[in-house]
């Protein structure tokens, strides 16, 4: 079903319960996934899922349009996490890197989290890249996420960021150039 068909069953009130429902079965899914990169804990991003539908069930009758209804789905998460982030610091005081270090603590405890297929030299380099990527800024690992993982355009990210595509494509650069140097450093002390 479309975007726009799912709207049209939305707005009228007999059939509002269930278009909602092929709304979140249309992208649960990808939305967890796009959460869990950036919490890395399946609680935490179960939690901040339901969040994101529960502000898009209420703020669905204002949306005007103007972006793919995915993409204002991705914001909405994206805000969510980003939130999420920054109230765990706040709330602990923590630095960058002390939450860093509890990601990581729960990147390594969460073997589900590693989607190998179950080799084992697989698994260590998805960890290592997961590591990796905790080491980026929040803003900048959720470009790469959103690009590397989730293959969307730079222009899809754009809408959902509120950010410019040549500043994407600079971060997104960055990102892997910050990416390799670890993996490469990370190669030589294993």
Not at 11 to 27: E, K
Not at 32 to 55: P, S
Not at 95 to 107: A, F, N, T
Not at 108 to 122: P, Q, R
């Given at each position: 079903?479309?975007?726009?068909?799912?709207?049209?069953?939305?707005?009228?009130?007999?059939?509002?319960?269930?278009?909602?429902?092929?709304?979140?079965?249309?992208?649960?899914?990808?939305?967890?996934?796009?959460?869990?990169?950036?919490?890395?804990?399946?609680?935490?991003?179960?939690?901040?899922?339901?969040?994101t539908?529960?502000?898009?069930?209420?703020?669905?009758?204002?949306?005007?349009?103007?972006?793919?209804?995915?993409?204002?789905?991705?914001?909405?998460a994206?805000?969510?996490?980003?939130?999420?982030?920054?109230k765990?610091r706040?709330?602990?005081?923590?630095?960058?890197?002390?939450?860093?270090?509890?990601?990581?603590e729960?990147?390594?405890?969460?073997?589900?989290f590693?989607?190998?297929?179950?080799?084992?030299?697989g698994?260590?380099?998805?960890?290592?890249?997961q590591k990796?990527?905790?080491?980026l800024?929040?803003?900048?690992?959720?470009?790469?996420?959103?690009?590397?993982?989730?293959?969307?355009?730079?222009?899809?990210?754009?809408?959902?960021?509120g950010?410019?595509?040549?500043?994407?494509?600079?971060?997104?650069?960055?990102?892997?150039?910050?990416i390799?140097?670890?993996?490469?450093?990370?190669?030589?002390?294993?």
């Amino acid at each position: 079903m479309t975007d726009e068909e799912l709207l049209a069953k939305y707005r009228d009130p007999s059939s509002r319960n269930y278009a909602f429902n092929l709304l979140v079965r249309q992208y649960q899914q990808k939305i967890y996934w796009h959460v869990r990169k950036m919490v890395i804990d399946h609680d935490d991003a179960n939690d901040l899922v339901q969040e994101t539908f529960i502000k898009v069930w209420n703020s669905l009758e204002q949306f005007r349009g103007d972006s793919q209804l995915y993409t204002w789905i991705y914001r909405i998460a994206t805000n969510e996490c980003l939130n999420f982030l920054n109230k765990k610091r706040r709330r602990f005081f923590l630095p960058i890197g002390d939450v860093e270090g509890e990601l990581m603590e729960k990147l390594e405890s969460n073997s589900d989290f590693v989607t190998s297929g179950g080799e084992l030299s697989g698994e260590r380099i998805e960890l290592k890249l997961q590591k990796a990527l905790l080491k980026l800024p929040d803003k900048q690992r959720l470009v790469f996420n959103m690009k590397y993982f989730d293959d969307m355009k730079y222009e899809e990210i754009a809408d959902i960021t509120g950010t410019s595509v040549g500043a994407l494509k600079a971060s997104y650069h960055l990102a892997v150039k910050k990416i390799e140097d670890f993996l490469n450093k990370t190669d030589t002390t294993d």
